[in-house]
């Protein structure tokens, strides 16, 4: 069974920096591709950021440059470091998770940017 445990988020004003982490319990296997999105308020789910299982990174243009990916194939970790965030980064943010076209998803955490 596949569950995926994310920590970190809060409250920051613009320009901080925040970290969040997602750890995937697993029976054994690892996933083709992790990563983040987010949901900001009143609108649809959005891709953040993604890593292919062999080093492949894709981050959406409204981050690129401010978020960093990494990923850990052996212990299925994946972490967000967020730099000079804006309001618009206000969202709550899901691991993400996906395998032989099948798609797993944390919990949530709620990232608030406001001054």
């Known amino acids: 069974q596949v569950q995926l445990v994310q920590s970190g988020g809060g409250l920051v004003q613009p320009g901080e920096s925040l970290k969040l982490s997602c750890t995937a319990s697993?029976?054994?296997?690892?996933?083709?591709?992790m990563g983040w999105y987010r949901q900001p308020p009143g609108k649809q789910r959005e891709m953040v950021a993604l890593?292919?299982?062999?080093?492949?990174?894709i981050y959406a243009d409204s981050v690129k440059g401010r978020f960093t990916m990494s990923r850990d194939n052996v212990k299925n970790t994946v972490t967000l470091e967020m730099n000079s965030l804006k309001f618009e980064d206000t969202a709550v943010y899901f691991c993400?998770?996906?395998?032989?076209?099948?798609?797993?998803w944390g919990q949530g955490t709620q990232v608030t940017v406001s001054s």
């Open positions: 890593a292919k299982r062999y080093g492949s990174r």
């Open positions: 993400f998770a996906e395998l032989s076209r099948t798609n797993y």
């Open positions: 697993t029976s054994g296997f690892s996933f083709e591709t």
